[in-house]
């Protein structure tokens, strides 16, 4: 047995986190004066955060999408990446009246001021009979809009609000489209944000109220979480100056910024006061270098694993997964921050007043803890004397559970729904309505010549593909420039197109470029941009019209562009990618879990529950967002998948969350162990000492998570409910039915590690020293009396921190 590092008996001196805390703890106020300097810079930086957030990006970096824009943007001068559509509506008037045309008229005018706006069809123009509506009571402009995802989002609510202006009685006048609905999805969730924290916070302090027994010690938590997390949002802004964030980042890093700030604090806190107890007459300093030593250093290592697992999203080639793998490694990294610094200076600052205000009822389980009587005590005793049976069933009930994740289906919702209200919405769901499901939103197929302008020969072969996607029973229309070629002069010839763009045709600079050697066609889907009709439709165009298109010509290249084409590009990208992610995360965690408890079972077995707790969740998640089961307690409508994103980032967040739960009820274990290397008083006692606590952490988790599902946005509330889910799970079957059990029926193996393994790896100890008994009592209340002599005398004379 190796020796142990203890902070006041010389030889091998404190440890690091035991100097920090003591430090932190002595210089309150250098601290404290530091931190406020931090927090007011985090506060001015958090606006721009805000400001800087972008609808979810589904860009892949060297996807045939982001090649289809990337030429759309170099190869066209008026450098048109998007088109949306302006939606002129009336439940009075018909597109004929003189009122209605009027509307219409002066939009267009407005459209055309606007910043970021490159071309505008007006449907009372000629050739635009195909914008007009069959009830003669809607009518579409169509506007291309220049700039990358973030111009283009930030310049949407602008536009709306100039066109508001041309606004009349009877007539309204609606923006909608992929930037318009990125837009107004961030603005939802701005207020489902807010709304969410506003019911959370309060029910995490009283959660905090019932565990700590006192208002001072259940404040510091919740205040400490709210610091952390203002922080975190205020780096966020300094890097959205060089960089873009999505703005479900905004809502992941809330969620677990308070829940890892508030978790992080409550299990420091609890140590904290269990080192007061167990040595009243230790000055405050030391009390908090003990504290920072043990469940200060099981914290940090807790952080790190999360932050490894998150680090795992940036292997995934598309900015919506390294944008969220970013803003929560930052999030991760403050909380961190904040509990390895400011929170040991303000456990020294209330010192013994932790304890104060204690909530009436409450007051002699404050001053009089008895674990040994506790419900904790008699359950875990429970498990260990059945654990084959009730460790069983557990696993048994998280199977079944996870059954309904073998049909999980991906798919991608663009949010329209959710923001049903605001005109983007609304203005989607009219042109869904009345002209096609995906002419808000069209299809772009980039047609390039590699050889110059466009001879005779490539206008043919595109003219063939203009007709031939026309042809497919998915497709509404499609806008190319052999048609307008064949409206306007009769031909789709070199010279008729020569012509053509001498004029300076408005429409025709839409659809190719000045130079004649790029053009789009713009594809209308029947269907929704979001369904399964409308991604069939683009594998087809990729798969056999597009190729037959480049063998027919020379030099042409065909690329397919517009957010169904990005939706198929992500998934690809997932697919491709996740078996990276998960041999990334599941190895490097292993070596941690290695370094940390030196022992190969417990590495292994905490990845198998990990994932046991994850499955479940995915199975869960699957039965109630895909097949429809909690549509009405939920408030939502199933759209039979699950956001394309969210399950590779949920697992990657899930797994971090999973091992930190691990990290403290083991290294509380091996604590005993390594005193006394009984397993099953190991484990008894660990669990006896962590159960309540990481109870009390889940529930806090559980009700910041779960106050996420009363967002309008899907895949917040999904979020939500999978990380709700997980972590009652967890800290339920898994922790305090499955681990004890598992651990009583391996017996000593769990402690089991190579010689030649041991002396190869580093010593990463979680165990800085034995935990904390009642001044005054050798005992420990966790473990049945007759076993305390044989503990007291072996263990006589070594210090309680």
Known sequence: MSPRRQPEQGGYGPPLLHRLGAWCATHVWKVLAAWLVVLVAGGLLVPTFSDSLTGSSLNVSGSESARAEKAM?????GSVTEDVVVVFDSSTLTVKDTAFRDVVRRGVAELRKQPGVASVEDPYAPGGQAQIAPDGRTALVLAGLTGDERDRQGDAPGIQQALDGVRADGVDVMLTGSSALNAAVVE????????????????????LLIAFGTLVAAGLPILLGVAALMTSFGVLGALSYVTSFDTFVQAVVTMLGLALGIDYCLFIVTRYREELQARPDRAIAQTVGATMASAGKAVLFSGCTVLISVAGLLLVRAPVFRSMAFGVMVAVAVMLTVSMTLLPA??????TKINRLAVPGLRRAVSHPDPEHSIWAHWTRFVLRRPLLIGGAAVLALGAAAVPVAGLKLGFDVGASAVADAPAGAGYDLVSKKFAPGAATPIQVVVTSDKGAFDDGDLAAMDRLTARIEGNDQVDSVLSVTSLLKEQGGRSDSATLKAALAKDSAALDRIVNSRADAAVLTVFSKAAPDSDEAIELVHWIRGTAGPDAENSADALTVATGGLTAQTVDVADEIDRSTPWVLAAILGLSFVLLLLAFRSLLLAFSAIVMNLLSVGAAFGLLTWVFQEG?????????????????????????????????????????KEEWDRTKDNTRAVTVGTVHTAKVITAAAAIMVVVFAAFMITKVVEVKQMGFALAVAVLVDATLIRVIIVPAAMRLAGDANWWLPGWLDRVLPRVDLTEGPSPTPAGDGTDPAVPAPAQAARTSSTSGTPSD
């Open 346 to 351: 303000v456990l020294a600052l209330c010192g």
């Open 73 to 77: 943007k170099e190869d066209f001068d």
């Open 629 to 669: 089961a909690g549509e009405s307690l939920l408030d939502f409508t199933s759209r039979g998948f699950i956001q394309a994103y969210l399950p590779l980032l949920t697992f990657v967040v899930l797994f971090g969350l999973s091992m930190d739960y691990e990290v403290f009820i083991i290294s509380r274990m």
């Open 188 to 207: 939802q969730e701005d207020k489902d944000i807010a709304r969410a924290e506003s019911i959370g916070v309060p029910i995490a302090l009283l959660v």
